[in-house]
């Protein structure tokens, strides 16, 4: 029993947006009636072959109803070449002929979203339509959402990779001031230690002796001394007190 416009008064899929959907079908009659029930809910691409098919399928195309029994490539072939194209799309089998294959064996060897038969209840077939696109939508959202994420997550391994060649040159700039300022101690560590008298005076009854080391490599502390006439005067200074 093909469809036919009784049938279509009562059926009112959910579908907020027209969906394009493929019917594949080498019977002109079928195609025909087919396009003509579901022209109202969804765009229809009609294909007559399994070729023609897999040259016209896009990824715009949520679900496809696929005839099994066809002159040439039959609904297998053609199915095997549509998921090869677009693994995620949704192909429904719709056939007349149970001595081809078992539905139940035809369902555990292809893994079709359904397999709907030509004689059965017309509404079976657009409830399984409408949820055949609805799970190819809800299908492209995740994509979408898998995207933006992995988007985001570039961007972040990007900022991360700049905030740390960042910090790296920012070290290597810190390395190359502590260097400098290294040598600059060193160099100012000398001169001070140059402007320390070499030694103390020997005098009579008395053993002096003095010791300097700052706790960093130049300290404000010195001492010095003057000897004149018989008598030693020592100058002593502790900057930090």
Request: aromatic residues 8%; proline residues 5%.
């Amino acid at each position: 029993m093909e469809p036919s416009v009784n049938n279509v008064r009562y059926l009112q899929p959910q579908v907020t947006e027209k969906s394009t959907i493929m019917i594949v079908d080498d019977d002109s009659i079928v195609r025909e009636s087919m396009e003509f029930a579901l022209r109202h809910h969804y765009e229809v691409v009609l294909c007559s072959s399994g070729a023609e098919a897999a040259g016209r399928l896009h990824p715009g195309i949520e679900a496809v109803i696929l005839d099994v029994k066809m002159q040439g490539q039959d609904g297998y072939q053609t199915y095997q070449e549509l998921k090869e194209r677009h693994p995620q799309i949704p192909i429904l089998f719709h056939s007349a002929y149970y001595n081809l294959k078992n539905p139940y064996q035809v369902m555990n060897e292809f893994r079709p979203f359904a397999y709907i038969v030509k004689e059965g209840n017309f509404q079976i077939l657009m409830d399984t339509i409408r949820s055949a696109v609805r799970f190819s939508q809800e299908l492209r959202k995740n994509q979408t959402l898998l995207d933006e994420v992995q988007e985001v997550n570039t961007r972040l391994e990007q900022m991360v990779l700049e905030r740390t060649a960042l910090i790296q040159e920012q070290k290597h700039k810190l390395e190359q001031q502590n260097a400098i300022l290294e040598h600059e101690l060193q160099l100012a560590q000398r001169v001070q230690n140059s402007l320390l008298p070499p030694g103390l005076p020997d005098v009579d009854g008395a053993r002096i002796a003095f010791n300097y080391r700052p706790m960093l490599k130049v300290g404000g502390d010195f001492v010095d001394y003057i000897h004149r006439s018989g008598m030693l005067g020592l100058f002593i200074c502790d900057v930090a007190g």
